[in-house]
């Protein structure tokens, strides 16, 4: 069967920084190829592009993974019927929530006497739900305990069909991170979904060392009797060239957002996540330290490709580390060495069938990447591959607006 598979490879330069730190402040390494690399760990690109999200999309189509699950279900109750207390409206949160994921939802312990009287539940680890179902889930609630009555609610999620309605209210309607990243419920694994997206831990084509820096702040209220330092220290840091990769299977992506929200173009949701996840995968950047080295870089390079059978990294291109270019820096070599690897990879393994592939990149030091395929700036990356996408799901419509013929495009609904 053929599949949809998006690739994305970026070559990124980053001048010194602590992006991604690990439990004594150093930066995260790796060894690959016998030497060390500076790494950033995929859950860290991940954050940073969920983040982004929140600037290329509604608040509606997004998730919120949180332990405070009844806090945010209590707020949507209350948005719908006021008549509740905050304290009853908590009560039929965690009530509902627990019914619909089978999550024990309680109360932490109080740290002290001054805590809040009411403090809301929790579930035992982090919850993913989407804005849709946190709101679809109050509507029910509030139906089953009108005006905060939690006695009727109770016995209305005891009926079978009512349990039924809310674990399939948890388990539809998903945001376009959650279908991307993927959701783990471990008291209820029906409601699990497998992710549509793979990222991998950004890693240098080259050998990285640490370096730190020792730094001084001065108390502004010292006088010049006062000598010294108010406060000393170090922070480490390192700066890379960076090898990121990441795939998306459209295909699973589809499947986890459902064809249903837009009947005129049922593609639509898949296009708009695979592209809202390609820029914010390319533009966003972990922020660790980011205040202290304003390490604010864009990729130098990226590549995209649509594979129809699976993912394919071009990691091993840089398994012999880069060496330095005669002026200096790595990027020039980086681009070389995968102007050469990933021809002989895609001849070898038949890697190039469906021929679709595009290149954005800056200057004379990534010329040789250009043959790889469609040169492109970010805004026509997007519009090519949402293109690419919508006519591998449904190959008649964007056929049937290509041709221009009316009769073809009533025929096939476009």
């Known amino acids: 069967m053929t599949r949809t598979i998006l690739d994305i490879h970026i070559l990124q330069t980053v001048p010194p920084s602590n992006l991604n730190r690990d439990d004594t402040g150093t930066p995260k390494s790796a060894t690959y190829g016998g030497v060390r690399r500076s790494r950033v760990s995929s859950q860290a690109w991940k954050r940073a592009t969920r983040e982004a999200f929140s600037e290329l999309l509604d608040t509606s189509q997004l998730g919120i993974r949180t332990k405070k699950v009844a806090e945010v279900l209590a707020g949507r109750i209350l948005a719908l019927d006021p008549s509740p207390t905050r304290a009853t409206a908590l009560e039929m949160a965690a009530e509902t929530m627990q019914v619909a994921t089978g999550s024990k939802i309680t109360v932490p312990t109080r740290k002290n006497k001054e805590d809040v009287e009411d403090p809301a539940g929790e579930s035992t680890y982090l919850m993913f739900l989407s804005g849709r179902q946190f709101d679809a889930l109050a509507g029910l609630a509030v139906e089953g305990g009108k005006g905060g009555d939690i006695k009727a609610l109770k016995a ?20 376009v991170d959650i279908a991307l990243f993927g959701r783990m419920v471990a008291d209820s694994t029906d409601l699990n979904v497998d992710a549509a997206a793979q990222v991998a831990h950004a890693l240098s084509v080259h050998a990285v060392e640490v370096e730190s820096d020792y730094y001084t702040a001065v108390d502004d209220r010292n006088t010049d009797a006062e000598a010294g330092a108010g406060m000393i220290g170090s922070i480490d840091f390192n700066s890379a060239t960076l090898y990121r990769y990441a795939a998306v299977d459209v295909d699973q992506l589809q499947r986890n957002l459902g064809t249903g929200q837009r009947e ?40 995209v490709k649509v594979r129809s059978r699976r993912p394919v990294s071009y990691v091993a291109a840089f398994e012999k580390p880069v060496g330095m270019g005669k002026g200096g820096g790595f990027l020039q070599k980086s681009c070389e060495r ?3 690897f990933v021809p002989g990879l895609e001849s070898s393994y038949g890697l190039a069938d469906s021929g679709q592939g595009w290149v954005l990149r800056m200057g004379e030091e990534t010329a040789a990447l250009a043959a790889l395929g469609a040169e492109v700036n ?12 919508e006519a591998r799901l449904t190959p008649e419509v964007p056929a049937a607006r290509q041709s221009g013929d009316p009769a073809l495009a009533a025929e096939t609904g476009a």
């Open 264 to 303: 005129d173009r049922p593609v639509e949701p898949t296009r708009q996540a695979v592209t809202a996840f390609l820029e914010s995968f390319i533009t966003s950047l972990p922020t660790g330290k980011i205040n202290t080295f304003a390490n604010q870089t864009l990729p130098t390079a990226v590549i």
């Open 156 to 175: 209305f999620l005891k009926v079978k069909e009512n349990r039924a309605r809310a674990k399939q209210l948890a388990g539809t309607e998903h945001s």
């Open 338 to 340: 995968l102007a050469t």
């Open 378 to 389: 970010l805004s026509g990356l997007l519009s090519a591959v949402g293109d690419a996408v």
